[in-house]
C-alpha cells in the first residue's frame, strides 16, 4: 500500500467513493448548496455499483486523488454479504482490522433513509424500492419512485438549505451501528465537512497508516 503524503494545503479536497447513481446524485446536490465549510473541495465519483467500490477506492487512494477519501454506500438487506466484502477488502487494503470503520459512510437499509430525513423522522421498512414509494411520493409528491433518472432529478430539486439542517439534526439521532436497521454514520461525514480545524484530515489518514 502506497503511504499517503501529508497534508499542508490551504484547500483539501475530499473524495466520496458513491455506490451508484443515487448517492452520486445526492452528493452532488448537497454541493451545491454551499452548505460546507469552503476550505474543503468535495469530488464525488460514481462507482456505478458496490462490486465496483473497492477497486475504485483503491485506484483514488493509491493515486492520492484526495487529501481524505471515503466510501457511500448501502448495507442493503441482511445478511449484509455485500456490505461485509467491501469493508474486508477496505481493512485488508490498509492492513488493519477496522479501517473501514473510518472510511465506510452507509445508510441502512439505504441511502433513501438518509434522503428522506430531508422532509421528517423516518424508519425505512426496507431497501426496496416498490415498499419505499409510498413514504417517497407522501415526502416529495413523487409517484412510484424507481430511482431513474428523472426522478432522481426531480426528487434532488427538492432539496434545500433549510431542510438540510433538518436532515442533518436527525441523521444526529440515528445508532452509528451498521448492523442495526435505521442507522447510518452519514453524520460523521457532515461534521467533518462543517468543521473549520482541517487537522482532523491528517488525524483521519493517520488512522489508516498505523
Not at 176 to 194: A, E, Y
Request: charged share 25%; with cysteine.
Amino acid at each position: 500500500m502506497r503511504k499517503r503524503l501529508p497534508v499542508f494545503s490551504a484547500q483539501y479536497t475530499i473524495g466520496i467513493i458513491c455506490e451508484g447513481d443515487e448517492e452520486y446524485d445526492y452528493i452532488e446536490k448537497l454541493k451545491s448548496l454551499n452548505v460546507w465549510n469552503a476550505q474543503y473541495r468535495v469530488m464525488a465519483f460514481n462507482a456505478l455499483g458496490n462490486g465496483n467500490i473497492p477497486a475504485r477506492y483503491q485506484d483514488k487512494y493509491q493515486n492520492n486523488v484526495c487529501d481524505a477519501l471515503f466510501i457511500f454506500c448501502d448495507t442493503d438487506r441482511k445478511p449484509y454479504e455485500q456490505y461485509e466484502e467491501i469493508k474486508a477488502k477496505i481493512n485488508n487494503f490498509h492492513g488493519q482490522s477496522d479501517a473501514a470503520e473510518n472510511v465506510v459512510i452507509f445508510g441502512n437499509p439505504c441511502t433513501m433513509q438518509i434522503i428522506l430525513m430531508h422532509w421528517g423522522q423516518f424508519n425505512l421498512p426496507s431497501h426496496r424500492k416498490d415498499k419505499n414509494a409510498p413514504l417517497i411520493e407522501q415526502c416529495t409528491g413523487i409517484k412510484g419512485y424507481k430511482a431513474k433518472e428523472e426522478q432522481r432529478r426531480q426528487l434532488f430539486s427538492l432539496i434545500n438549505r433549510d431542510n438540510y439542517i433538518r436532515m442533518k439534526e436527525y441523521v444526529a439521532q440515528l445508532s452509528q451501528d451498521d448492523r442495526q436497521k435505521n442507522s447510518s454514520n452519514f453524520i460523521k461525514l457532515l461534521n467533518n465537512l462543517h468543521c473549520e480545524d482541517g487537522r482532523w484530515i491528517q488525524e483521519f489518514n493517520e488512522k489508516l497508516e498505523c
